[in-house]
């Protein structure tokens, strides 16, 4: 490939979509590092679908305050080494908090999110991943984490849309949005390739490799 390709690419899109697939393909690939959130280490997500009035507030702390923890970690490694992936921009901790957390809770909530939020580094493009709620329901099934089986389909469809009204408003960086219902980024090579190729394009200025 003989474009400029960019430094620190952020996937994103609603659970399931295959976020974590690209970024791990793009990884192989392209020989980057990757930045992915560690989900698993989150003791309260098993409950949080068991009872999500009870263990939101909790759920939503941890994923801020272990995702600042590691945006922190990554600013301190070198950015001009190896290009860098990541699952997730740092705002998903907003997003998804919007979503699930009451009034009272938001308020005491954003008063961290709007310190920590001014300290983590910026990607050079962003891809928003997309795929409507069946198909998202699908490859959650396949994917087969037990705690997420019984995921209500409406909550999936206010995170979808709230990813696609978000996005909609988006000016951060440049930013690419892709359906995914009919592209397997698992096992296309050619699709990867011209996803890179994509990226390359909207994320102009970036130093080459
Ligand atoms: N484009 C795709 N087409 C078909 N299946 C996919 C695609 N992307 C991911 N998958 C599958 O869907 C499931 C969810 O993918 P994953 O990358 O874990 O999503 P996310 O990180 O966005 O939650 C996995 O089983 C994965 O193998
Ligand atoms: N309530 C929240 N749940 C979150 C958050 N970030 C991730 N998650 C959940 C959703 C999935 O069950 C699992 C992994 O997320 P993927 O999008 O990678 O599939 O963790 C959050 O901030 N709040």
Redesign the pocket.
Known sequence: MSSVLPRYIVVE?P????????VTRLAEQYKARTVLEIFEENPFLANFYQDQERYAFQTEMFFLLSRYRQQEDFAQEDLFGRIAVS?YLFVKCRLFASLTLNDHELSLYDRMYNILTTQVPKPDVVIH?TAPLDVLLG??K??GRSYEQNMDPAYLERLRSLYNQFFQHYEDTPLLEVD?TD????RDDQALTNLMEMAAKCAPGTSGQ
Do not use: A, N, Y
């Open positions: 899109g659970i399931g979509v295959g976020k974590t697939t690209v699952d991943l490859r959650i396949q994917r995914t592209i397997d980024f698992s």
